[in-house]
């Protein structure tokens, strides 16, 4: 969902989030001429080696900082969050985030 489609009121109360980055594998863990399109077997299963990616806790401070005033109205509402960073499978970057409120809303009188 890009920013501009998010038309819902921002989270009350308590908020758990959840992260999931998606970023680029570095060609170097591809083979070359016939190979291209096969990962080598040094390949790294997990997504260590992220260049200019950023590291995961950074990433989620900004996503925390930029999410105010959108899904909560401030990130101290922010009580537990869970992150991790893949590589992608079809070289889709991006983030995938969900966001949980843990009170019910009280209706107003």
């Given at each position: 969902?890009?920013?501009?489609?998010?038309?819902?009121?921002?989270?009350?109360?308590?908020?758990?989030?959840?992260?999931?980055?998606?970023?680029?594998?570095?060609?170097?863990?591809?083979?070359?001429?016939?190979?291209?399109?096969?990962?080598?077997?040094?390949?790294?299963?997990?997504?260590?080696?992220?260049?200019?990616?950023?590291?995961?806790?950074?990433?989620?401070?900004?996503?925390?900082?930029?999410?105010?005033?959108?899904?909560?109205?401030?990130d101290k509402q922010v009580i537990s969050?869970?992150?991790?960073?893949?590589?992608?499978?079809?070289?889709?970057t991006g983030v995938m985030l969900r966001?949980?409120?843990?009170?019910?809303?009280?209706?107003?009188?």
């Amino acid at each position: 969902m890009v920013y501009s489609e998010y038309r819902f009121r921002p989270l009350v109360g308590a908020v758990r989030v959840s992260f999931e980055f998606l970023v680029h594998r570095p060609k170097r863990h591809y083979g070359t001429g016939r190979n291209a399109n096969r990962l080598k077997a040094s390949a790294p299963e997990y997504a260590i080696e992220c260049r200019g990616s950023g590291d995961l806790d950074k990433l989620v401070r900004g996503m925390l900082d930029a999410m105010e005033g959108v899904l909560y109205d401030n990130d101290k509402q922010v009580i537990s969050f869970d992150a991790k960073r893949e590589y992608s499978l079809d070289k889709t970057t991006g983030v995938m985030l969900r966001a949980f409120a843990l009170e019910p809303e009280k209706e107003s009188i």
